[in-house]
């Protein structure tokens, strides 16, 4: 029971999500009893008011009454800092414009908070009622700046009801996400501070895009009223289909569940239920578990020019059994289409690491019962060795290996089929483009290249998740600057994409043009639907590997339970607040010189900036 | 089974140390039936060669012939980063002074370290056979400035067997330990870089002093030979009684051991003698449980007068029975001491926090049948909201609370008795006499301060642990110089105390003197009775409460199982060697303004340094 912890620890294999649910308990005789009774009915955190309305206190007259409150020592340090998240006083109103209740609800507030530090607990909860809260966010940010370790919750409804009430006007509609939105630009987004939202009813639950929305926020929890429960037909207590779905779209960012109650009884059925769902909604994927655990996580794209890859990295690349067989789809066809009178036909795979593609050759060769001679081309002599072994106990001597920089082996003899997985998430951005124009030299005139062609694509994101991650982990020597200046491979979970991907770069081998020019320019018109906050661009990329044989990692069109790619990120300096109907335009330049490639961009709408890595000053993949 | 993990997790109840145990195995046939009979005999991880004798490798001459060693398929790799700790071929001599041996070594050298990189093993295991190492020195050195991520342990013998040659001249006998240091010092103490002794026969184990001076480094492993196994009655391998005191005194360092062995069969003998003897040697003290975890962690000193201190640090400071008691013990003595002429004793609790010294008063009263008067004062108005709930339920009218500063507070009375408990690792440290001679004002001229006086003492410090986490958690708003100019409170573990402790300065309470002057210097000098590594100096206090009733951290007269203070640890700029019987001598200032108090240091032998913290500029404890 702790409102902290997320996950099970590993060799817990039972596939679902954990649901961590909390209990709201509004001024319980004995705080000790409740969360004893909360526990038993299975709930893992209490939602409850440090202070108990029985202490009235008039801050403001002469000296302050010191009792407080409840006394700390009715539980230990380790109970107050796992089990409690300490709501707030909800008729504290520092925001209010009458001048003696502003001043009271501020001495109040300071007092509450401070006493919540005092107790250590782990989160204080806040409620928004209103569209100014201008006082409260400079208190909370300014709590913020001087190292609050605790998290603040601050919660609004996901509809404000004005926006379904029959008597309210088109202007008098509010928008809680607006609420939400001014609140944490107060408190310069800062990660300690989430947001929680009440589930609505049934009949209001929002549209599609506006739910897309509050997946790219930090929510923390979701609060369920008891009312929303319906009994089923075995007389227990279920949400309707239309709740499950709702919260079926937040399971992935592992939003935690407070359960709101007016009724006394047996309050274990609903966090029973909860438990059932998360086993009900989880969708076991055995192709994606070994993926789990690196949400959001930042990683920087790979250098394999440079670096030699480690074996684990190979290992990661090697478990993907969609990739493999498609390629070895790619390579059936084009093996297919090697005029009959080569008869031997020759397979180049460059970049051969520790043999995937080399392997899918032969399982070609043999179904097809025709016989090749493939070459196998890598550079790390640590792959090679492993090469050697698969030579010398699976392969024999069909294959041919070459410890060399496929840029500048010399091979004795032209091939038919040039295969490489040389692809980065944004397609060229591990410059398959220049290693591939250097490899075709080897190619015969009509020879294929596997991949054939491969284009990127860009949309708008927001995530103030990774707008986080990239501010918080800044590495001791470099600069923010440099930061945000960074591309980044990340497996996106807390993310709104503000509009469909478009196409950027396109990229076809063999390339026999006389000048070839790897540098491109683009600019992108994307359109806002609705109003929300713009941190940066997520890219992606698709390929054809050969005639109708793809892969792809756009959202649209992504190879089902592939996962050797996540999507790329190109981030902004700042948030930038973009209204629905506007329009976001980006430049974006790949750019090279003789010992780096990189690219620029900047946004031309609905804002200007700078050009963000000009010369590739904060980050470049290197050609040597 | 894995080499990393050192603890059982939390919710382990069982008291005992872990003795994580792994297996040296040399060229086994299978790697992967190796690992696994190992882990069927209960070894945590396996120290083997990662190249195999059968793959000669000549480097030099001409293009190196690819094969280097086993593939690294043979285990996944996982396996390869939790089992392996990978032992370069010892016979690698990158320090021989003949040229074409020593090129050939250095690119044996690189190929093998490059194959452990690739596998991600978590640790390489190399081993010093001489004085001189400074070409592998500056290999290693170069390979963890580009971010190895891996550990290197460096194996030498805990006494080089020159030591108890009969045929070695004084000259000619070699200190493993000057080896071993050397080595790290070309690397700059990196903790990445940790050291594995060979364990020595019975009859050659060497000095205490020695010994302790090895507790003060990173020792990683201890290597133990079968042979010095001894059968016990019940025919079953056991240590000696010395062996198994040596293997004691590392075990709050938390080594792990390799067995080593040339026989075959049983192995499992040995590991489950290892775990046996954890059991054995563990000394279980329940007082003490709530302390581990901490061990080496640095924590910075407390500042009580301008911060609140939060319900987990009262809470911590409550557990400690031992201390109270001897409060209380205090307080009676003092209590019996105060003239029978004063009806009812008035006593004065300054800093009361949540109210042990108050409780300890009332239970004095009640023992000794006489009515008391207690007033409890105290400034953070949290801990006062505690202490009316205590006066309400538990104290009734005999206590009077005062939310204020001890400095200013104006009493109706003056006391007979003035409690406090405002001592921390240092004694003065925390302002208690800057506090006391404040609220003395309140004490009648014959009354009694409890703590009477309290002393601080300083030793020299070797501990390369704690030099290495001050360099590497710099918080990112402090240079380096600030942190080294820092004091730290620290649970000591990986640590030399060079020679003992001397007393340097003492506060007496009450201070009726017409001025009253806390400033101190003080210069102490320390004989090294033999070579090591000055890191810093570390601090202890003792206290007289009242008569005979004392508390002391000091390692001499250390208060039995209380575990209210840790020491503090002054540190230096740089680690210096001190050669056996040379002076260290230091200078102490305690310095103050109206604002802040500070202390200032610097080495005056064997060598001069600057003045550390110069104005209070990198550390201070501030009055308001």
Same mark, same amino acid.
């Given at each position: 029971?702790?409102?902290?912890?997320?996950?099970?620890?590993?060799?817990?294999?039972?596939?679902?999500?954990?649901?961590?649910?909390?209990?709201?308990?509004?001024?319980?005789?004995?705080?000790?009893?409740?969360?004893?009774?909360?526990?038993?009915?299975?709930?893992?955190?209490?939602?409850?008011?440090?202070?108990? =309305?029985?202490?009235?206190?008039?801050?403001? *007259?002469?000296?302050?009454?010191?009792? +407080? !409150?409840?006394?700390? %020592?009715? $539980?230990?340090?380790?109970?107050?800092?796992?089990?409690?998240?300490?709501?707030?006083?909800?008729?504290?109103?520092?925001?209010?414009?009458?001048?003696?209740?502003?001043?009271?609800?501020?001495?109040?507030?300071?007092?509450?908070?401070?006493?919540?530090?005092?107790?250590?607990?782990?989160?204080?909860?806040?409620?928004?009622?209103?569209?100014?809260?201008?006082?409260?966010?400079?208190?909370?940010?300014?709590?913020?700046?001087?190292?609050?370790?605790?998290?603040?919750?601050?919660?609004?409804?996901?509809?404000?009801?004005?926006?379904?009430?029959?008597?309210?006007?088109?202007?008098?509609?509010?928008?809680?996400?607006?609420?939400?939105?001014?609140?944490?630009?107060?408190?310069?987004?800062?990660?300690?501070?989430?947001?929680?939202?009440?589930? =609505?009813?049934?009949?209001?639950?929002?549209? *599609?895009?506006?739910?897309?929305?509050? +997946? !790219?926020?930090?929510? %923390?929890? $979701?609060?369920?009223?008891?009312?929303?429960?319906?009994?089923?037909?075995?007389?227990?207590?279920?949400?309707?289909?239309?709740?499950?779905?709702?919260?079926?779209?937040?399971?992935?960012?592992?939003?935690?569940?407070?359960?709101?109650?007016?009724?006394?009884?047996?309050?274990?059925?609903?966090?029973?239920?909860?438990?059932?769902?998360?086993?009900?909604?989880?969708?076991?994927?055995?192709?994606?578990?070994?993926?789990?655990?690196?949400?959001?996580?930042?990683?920087?794209?790979?250098?394999?020019?440079?670096?030699?890859?480690?074996?684990?990295?190979?290992?990661?690349?090697?478990?993907?059994?969609?990739?493999?067989?498609?390629?070895?789809?790619?390579?059936?066809?084009?093996?297919?289409?090697?005029?009959?009178?080569?008869?031997?036909?020759?397979?180049?795979?460059?970049?051969?690491?520790?043999?995937?593609?080399?392997?899918?050759?032969?399982?070609?060769?043999?179904?097809?019962?025709?016989?090749?001679?493939?070459?196998?081309?890598?550079?790390?002599?640590?792959?090679?060795?492993?090469?050697?072994?698969?030579?010398?106990?699976?392969?024999?001597?069909?294959?041919?290996?070459?410890?060399?920089?496929?840029?500048?082996?010399?091979?004795?003899?032209?091939?038919?089929?040039?295969?490489?997985?040389?692809?980065?998430?944004?397609?060229?951005?591990?410059?398959?483009?220049?290693?591939?124009?250097?490899?075709?030299?080897?190619?015969?005139?009509?020879?294929?290249?596997?991949?054939?062609?491969?284009?990127?694509?860009?949309?708008?994101?927001?995530?103030?998740?990774?707008?986080?991650?990239?501010?918080?982990?800044?590495?001791?020597?470099?600069?923010?600057?440099?930061?945000?200046?960074?591309?980044?491979?990340?497996?996106?979970?807390?993310?709104?994409?503000?509009?469909?991907?478009?196409?950027?770069?396109?990229?076809?081998?063999?390339?026999?043009?006389?000048?070839?020019?790897?540098?491109?320019?683009?600019?992108?018109?994307?359109?806002?639907?609705?109003?929300?906050?713009?941190?940066?661009?997520?890219?992606?990329?698709?390929?054809?590997?050969?005639?109708?044989?793809?892969?792809?990692?756009?959202?649209?069109?992504?190879?089902?339970?592939?996962?050797?790619?996540?999507?790329?990120?190109?981030?902004?300096?700042?948030?930038?607040?973009?209204?629905?109907?506007?329009?976001?335009?980006?430049?974006?330049?790949?750019?090279?010189?003789?010992?780096?490639?990189?690219?620029?961009?900047?946004?031309?709408?609905?804002?200007?900036?700078?050009?963000?890595?000009?010369?590739?000053?904060?980050?470049?993949?290197?050609?040597?």
């Amino acid at each position: 029971m702790s409102v902290e912890t997320q996950y099970f620890p590993d060799g817990d294999n039972e596939k679902r999500k954990r649901m961590s649910t909390g209990l709201q308990i509004n001024c319980p005789h004995s705080l000790r009893l409740a969360i004893q009774s909360a526990y038993e009915f299975g709930y893992h955190f209490v939602v409850t008011q440090i202070t108990h =309305p029985n202490y009235a206190r008039e801050l403001l *007259k002469g000296k302050p009454p010191p009792s +407080i !409150g409840r006394t700390d %020592r009715i $539980l230990q340090s380790l109970e107050w800092s796992r089990y409690i998240v300490a709501e707030l006083t909800p008729t504290i109103n520092v925001d209010s414009e009458i001048d003696h209740v502003q001043r009271k609800s501020k001495a109040l507030f300071l007092q509450e908070l401070g006493f919540a530090v005092h107790l250590g607990v782990p989160v204080v909860k806040i409620c928004l009622t209103k569209r100014h809260n201008g006082q409260l966010g400079r208190l909370v940010n300014e709590k913020l700046v001087h190292g609050f370790n605790s998290s603040f919750w601050v919660t609004v409804p996901m509809v404000h009801p004005s926006q379904y009430s029959p008597i309210c006007g088109e202007d008098e509609k509010e928008d809680s996400w607006e609420w939400w939105n001014d609140f944490r630009t107060y408190c310069n987004y800062d990660k300690h501070v989430g947001v929680v939202l009440e589930l =609505p009813e049934v009949r209001y639950i929002p549209t *599609k895009s506006e739910v897309d929305r509050w +997946i !790219g926020e930090p929510v %923390r929890a $979701l609060i369920v009223p008891t009312s929303y429960f319906i009994m089923n037909t075995h007389g227990k207590p279920v949400l309707s289909r239309l709740h499950q779905e709702l919260i079926q779209r937040f399971l992935s960012i592992d939003v935690q569940y407070i359960i709101k109650t007016d009724t006394e009884g047996d309050l274990s059925v609903y966090t029973k239920y909860l438990h059932f769902l998360g086993k009900k909604l989880y969708v076991s994927d055995t192709n994606l578990e070994f993926i789990q655990g690196c949400e959001d996580f930042l990683q920087n794209p790979l250098q394999p020019l440079t670096e030699h890859l480690e074996t684990n990295i190979y290992e990661v690349f090697e478990k993907d059994q969609i990739k493999y067989t498609t390629y070895q789809n790619a390579i059936q066809k084009a093996l297919e289409d090697v005029p009959a009178d080569v008869t031997i036909p020759t397979i180049m795979v460059v970049g051969a690491g520790r043999g995937p593609l080399v392997q899918a050759a032969l399982n070609v060769s043999y179904i097809l019962h025709r016989k090749v001679k493939v070459y196998a081309v890598e550079k790390n002599p640590y792959a090679i060795n492993t090469l050697i072994d698969r030579v010398k106990h699976e392969w024999s001597d069909q294959v041919t290996l070459i410890n060399d920089d496929m840029r500048v082996y010399e091979p004795p003899e032209k091939a038919d089929i040039l295969v490489s997985e040389l692809l980065g998430s944004f397609g060229d951005n591990e410059l398959s483009p220049e290693c591939l124009d250097g490899a075709q030299r080897f190619l015969k005139r009509n020879g294929i290249s596997i991949p054939c062609s491969y284009t990127s694509y860009l949309a708008p994101l927001q995530s103030i998740k990774i707008f986080n991650e990239i501010r918080n982990n800044r590495p001791a020597d470099k600069t923010l600057k440099t930061c945000y200046e960074t591309p980044y491979v990340i497996h996106l979970v807390n993310y709104y994409q503000i509009a469909p991907a478009q196409a950027l770069f396109k990229f076809e081998h063999p390339n026999w043009s006389d000048v070839i020019n790897n540098e491109r320019y683009k600019k992108l018109r994307f359109n806002c639907t609705q109003t929300c906050i713009l941190t940066g661009f997520v890219g992606f990329f698709d390929t054809v590997l050969y005639k109708d044989v793809t892969l792809s990692i756009h959202p649209e069109t992504h190879t089902h339970e592939m996962v050797s790619w996540f999507p790329i990120v190109f981030p902004l300096m700042e948030p930038l607040k973009v209204s629905g109907g506007s329009v976001i335009e980006i430049s974006f330049w790949r750019v090279e010189n003789q010992d780096k490639v990189w690219y620029e961009w900047c946004l031309e709408s609905p804002a200007k900036t700078c050009i963000m890595n000009p010369g590739g000053r904060s980050y470049s993949i290197k050609k040597h």
